[in-house]
């Protein structure tokens, strides 16, 4: 298995600009999380996905941010409009549903808005 | 509510020596704890876990971790650090029931002197 995907790595947009990050989960893994990385805040959890649904989506800073996942192998991050404070490394990871698994992340999206 | 604190934000040593990072966690059930390394420019890869198995756990690269619950705490330590083990380093803690959320702790970066 290729491991979690994301794309792109690397965004760079414009303040008022929607972004979409999307990931690849790895095949068979039922959970899924979207992390926000910054210096001064850490790793953040924003979402939070089993089977598809959202189970806990209380780390979404704002109504500009939305996830999706409309199927097993697919999910995207969406901040609409975009703003210079939301600058940061943006993780997506999956997990099997085995209490004792460990989440398997991405490389990243490296999102500057300027 | 889950959660971990992690006791120094930047911990320096010297090659050679013994790498301590600490490890609080809060849990009201019994936890499952992870220890993640970050790469610069990498995503989080997995050092070790422990799943109540047994609570001296060892990991890839001589880290090993010793979950006590007394002290509620899960220290990871490495006998002689190296040059290579410099990176971030998350504690992350998930709930040992039903919840595959995980909660990782703000980090310490670990840098290894000549």
Redesign the interface.
Known sequence: DAG?IQSPRHEVTEMGQEVTLRCKPISGHN?L?W?RQTMMR??E?LI?F?NNVP??DSGMPEDRFSAKMPNASFSTLKIQPSEPRDSAVY?C?S?S?R??T???????TRLTVV | AQSVTQLGSHVSVSEGALVLLRCNYSSSVPP?L?W?VQYPN?????LL?Y??AATLVKGINGFEAEFKKSETSFHLTKPSAHMSDAAEY?CAV?R???S????????TRLLVRP
């Open positions: 979690v959970s999380f992390y850490g790793l959890l939070y089993n189970i806990d993780f990871a997990s549903d209490l004792n460990e989440a398997f992340f991405g490389q990243g | 499952y992870f993640y990498q995503g989080l890869q997995l876990k799943t109540s998350f998930t040992g029931d039903s595959y959320k995980l909660i990782f702790g703000s980090g």
